[in-house]
């Protein structure tokens, strides 16, 4: 479960990014986060992985207070946690396994379930051809997949996407669709920041629209509601 | 921690060295040249020491025993110089065999003093050794006050102007050799801050996915290290040819009872082994170092 209570955020420079946001989102729920550019999506969803702290308020995530949350706890969140970013955030001088496997290695993983998942994310993506290639020799939607791989590969709890197809074809968007609708229906928690109206008006979801740092809409089944 | 994670961040160290290129030359270079002035320091400063140990050996009280004394008081004497603190060597040596002693010593001069075999002007003698030289004074004032104890001698103040020379040599030697470890230790940090500052957005991404400071920093520790041994393997190599040179070439000319130098063999291997260690430390600690402020993600 996700809650926020009260979360304003306020960056160095002065600009108010968060302004008092309340959301409970439920174990299991599949929520798009949709709003205008610079309306506070990304600091919404940096906020629970902890790349960013909120200036005031609570947020709990699957029972952990990220507001109290001791500086050397973060890396066992973040675990717990799968994150799309959106600058994809691959390791330049690691290939696409290397990468995906990362997130296994510093959980410690055997090597033999490492190789077993990540040539099973790798398929599920559909890049499993790439996997000896670096990420910069590789497209930006093919990179966005190989993070998309990353963020799922360790089973985690709650999935937290921030603009996951923003640079794939329509083709492989409905792919990626697929597969977080798979894991969704396993059970992972998933938050997703998405400019896309067609995916949030066909694949019926829970909806919240911010804009200015606040939320001003909140809809099961909701739809996109901005003009393209 | 597990051992295919130990093994993991051995392999990553390893790669990073390889990878990293002419900045691994830069930072080796930079442990090779500040190991080279602290090897030399170092080898120069223990034989120093070693110098000013030997003379401080040689350090010896003679202790004139006065005519009057009977053979029972003569005994008598020694046992109260025995029992002194701090003395650790007592030898008797009898006005015949000082006179003896004296006249081989002078060799053909010496004969001149054989006239004096009837009428032997010389005093019965004791040599006393302190445990430690620094006492060698103190144990020196104690005996002049002993009864029978017509005059006491020992080099004053040669004596002092040596530990002066030691003491002297020893900070000088201990201040450069702080001084070059330190130098080391920044210019490693340094060398070392400038790969890692190409890399600090890889350690942003390694943290945002999951990995603690310390699965980060090993890799990092680990190429510190290998920067530092690799570091000091020129140093080493030059100091072993350079000792040898001086013992076998040089030392043999000097002759001198105090100024030997240390023998090659254990000694050139204790310096190779401070070296390494120091090398793989200030490695690790500018590894460590640098790396402190990306971690914060
Ligand atoms: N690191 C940052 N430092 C300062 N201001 C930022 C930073 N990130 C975002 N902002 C500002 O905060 C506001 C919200 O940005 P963001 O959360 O990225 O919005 P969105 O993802 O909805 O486009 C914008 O005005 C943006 O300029
Ligand atoms: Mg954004």
């Known amino acids: 479960m996700i809650e926020m209570q009260d979360v304003y955020k306020q960056y160095k420079n002065g600009v108010h990014a968060i302004n008092g946001i309340n959301v409970t989102i439920k174990s299991g729920e599949f929520v798009y986060v949709v709003g205008p550019s610079g309306a506070g999506k990304s600091t919404f969803i940096k906020m629970m992985y902890r790349e960013e702290k909120p200036t005031s308020g609570a947020i709990l995530i699957n029972g952990i207070n990220l507001t109290t949350l001791k500086e050397r706890k973060v890396p066992y969140l973040r675990r717990s946690l799968g994150v799309v970013f959106q600058d994809f955030k691959l390791l330049p ?3 696409v396994y290397e990468n995906v496997a990362y997130a296994l290695e510093v959980i410690e993983e055997s090597p033999k379930n490492i190789k077993r998942r990540v040539l099973e994310v790798l398929d599920l993506v559909k890049l499993k051809h790439r996997a000896r290639s670096l990420p910069g020799q590789l497209s930006g939607g093919e990179q966005q997949r190989i ?15 921030d603009e996951p197809t923003g640079n794939l074809d329509p083709d492989t968007t409905w792919d990626i669709m697929e597969i977080f609708k798979e894991i969704n229906n396993r ?42 | 921690m597990k051992l295919r994670t130990i093994a ?4 990553e160290g390893l790669k990073n060295v390889g990878r990293n290129g002419w900045m691994t030359f830069a930072s080796v270079s930079a442990v090779t040249v500040t190991l080279l002035l602290l090897g030399v320091f170092l080898v120069v400063m223990l ?115 040596l530990f002066k020379v030691v003491d002297i040599s020893r900070n000088v030697g201990m201040a450069l050799v702080l001084g ?4 080391a230790m920044f210019l490693i940090s340094n060398t070392i801050k400038i790969t890692i500052f190409a890399r600090r957005r890889e350690i942003e991404i390694m943290k945002l996915v999951g990995a603690t400071n310390w699965f980060i920093r090993w890799p990092f520790v680990i190429e510190g290290l290998l920067l530092g041994v690799f570091g000091a393997v020129t140093p080493i190599a030059l100091i072993y040819w350079g000792y040898s040179y001086a013992y076998d070439t040089v030392s043999p000319m000097i002759d001198s009872s105090f100024i030997r130098l240390l023998p090659t063999e254990p000694f050139i291997y204790k310096i190779a082994g401070v070296l390494i260690l120091i090398g793989a ?17």
């Open chain 2, 8 to 11: 993991r961040h051995l392999k």
């Open chain 2, 180 to 183: 070059l470890s330190f130098t």
């Open chain 1, 93 to 95: 001088r690691l290939t």
């Open chain 2, 47 to 161: 034989n120093i020491n070693n110098f000013g140990r030997n003379l401080e050996e040689d350090v010896e009280i003679k202790v004139y025993v006065d005519l009057t004394a009977t053979d029972e008081q003569l005994r008598e004497l020694g046992e109260t110089i025995r029992d002194i603190p701090g003395v650790s060597q007592l030898r008797y040596s009898s006005k015949d065999e000082e006179l003896k002693n004296l006249i081989n010593s002078l060799g053909d001069q010496g004969k001149a003093w054989s006239m004096f075999e009837q009428e032997n002007p010389l005093y019965n003698a004791y040599f006393v050794k302190t445990s430690d030289p620094r006492k060698t004074s103190k144990v020196a004032e104690r005996l002049k006050t002993l009864d029978f104890v017509s005059e006491v001698k020992y080099g004053e103040a040669e004596i002092k102007r």
């Open chain 1, 187 to 228: 059970g992972t928690t998933i938050v997703m920041a998405t400019h896309n109206r067609e995916i949030v008006n066909t694949i019926r979801q829970r909806v919240i629209a911010i804009e200015g740092g606040k939320i001003v809409r909140d809809e099961m089944r909701g739809d996109y509601g901005y003009e393209a």
């Open chain 2, 281 to 297: 430390l200030i490695g690790m600690w500018g590894s460590t170092m640098s790396i402190r402020k990306f971690l914060k993600v």
């Open chain 1, 147 to 161: 993070s998309i791989a990353r963020s799922i590969v360790n089973s985690p709890k709650v999935l937290i996407a």
